[in-house]
């Protein structure tokens, strides 16, 4: 790679990268496109410790072709064949880094919403942070994959966003609720749905959202899904949404005794949540006494959404 090239291809992946500040994922997905890159090769080269990516990927070329040079064993068809790979390695280290952006990008997007609704409503803030923490320990309990527990974690956090569509009047209100002021509070998860899925990469999100509020018997809100047709996020984010509210002294009453919540939340297996949910909860309920006994400042988010 001549100079000149070297720098624009420099210049390219750092502002691909720029959202990024923790690259260990991408240090692990270049060794994979290395092996891929060098097939039945004997000795692969050694990706170079870096303290950017760009300098990582930079290496990661440099010593393919180092690579190449070296084996004097090589046939003349199979150095041609590993030499093809350059671009192609490139290329994909581009669109590597591309993709690490774009997830990025609408992480901080995420943040900003999340935080939109915290600067609104203090009280959301640390309930916010608690349940997106109570979720990630039961989609943990409940074996969830990495990317489903991210989708679930991002709903804790975004779950209550619609409430910037509810009027001061009636998020503020200390007493209870009438017939249409409660229609007002419930159309949230609507609002939520609306703002959310404006980003596509995020439209599973959203639809945890929506129906975060339906009960697993059919009882619930906005559309009286029961069972299965509640999408898994939505019937975790039940749980830990509950559990904080029940365990959070609020205006116009006390909270419960933490014990009394789990036994109510076990209680309600089959009824209000997934009975399946409910034994993850079961599980992890020393956990969700450790974060609820927690100061807010010092909980710290789950690790896939805490670089933001
Ligand atoms: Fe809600």
Redesign the pocket.
Known sequence: MDAGTQNSTRNLWMESFRAARDWSEFESALHDLMVDALPAQPSLPVVAKANDPVTAALSAVESLERAVLANVHLTDVRRAELRAWKPILELQIENLALRMASRFTTEHAVLALSKTLGVRDQYTSGHTKRVTLYCDALARALGASESVRRDVALAGLL??LGKVGVSDRVLRKTSSLSQAEWQEMRA??EWGFEIVSCLPSLYSVAEILRH??ERYDGDGYAHGLQGDEIPWGSRVVAIA?TFDAMTSTRPYREALPVEQAISTILSQAGEQFDPLAVEGFREASREFQEIWSTSTTQLRLPASIDSL
């Open positions: 779950h209550d949230h998860t975060h509020h949404d």
